[in-house]
């Protein structure tokens, strides 16, 4: 059993900032890439943030220079440090991990639950 929890949305001013965290757990062998998505209501989910293994990030348009991703090998964990948040960046984000399972299972793709990211003043 694999599980992706996220954790850190929350309420946030326009301007301010807020972590999100992302943690695999269970039996998978390697992680590779991870991400984030978002999807905000009554839109498709977008892409937000992918990270390699090694550390090579990719960023939507819409966040370059105000969001930042990277990941904890060790803890299994990436994370998204978003700053000078607006109001369009309000929605629910999804943490997405590429896993390779055990016992020749091959690779699967992998969701979180889900965090809720509102920007409001």
């Known amino acids: 059993q694999v599980q992706l929890v996220e954790s850190g949305g929350g309420l946030v001013q326009p301007g301010g900032s807020l972590r999100l965290s992302c943690a695999a757990s269970?039996?998978?062998?390697?992680?590779?890439?991870m991400g984030w998505y978002r999807q905000a209501p009554g839109k498709q989910r977008d892409l937000v943030a992918t990270i390699t293994s090694d550390g090579s990030a990719n960023y939507a348009d819409s966040v370059k220079g105000r969001f930042t991703i990277s990941r904890d090998n060790a803890k299994n964990t990436v994370y998204l440090q978003m700053n000078s948040l607006k109001p369009e960046d309000t929605a629910v984000y999804y943490c997405n991990a590429d896993l390779m399972l055990p016992w020749g299972i091959g690779r699967r793709d992998y969701w979180g639950q889900g965090t809720q990211v509102t920007v409001s003043s």
């Open positions: 269970g039996s998978f062998r390697s992680i590779y890439d």
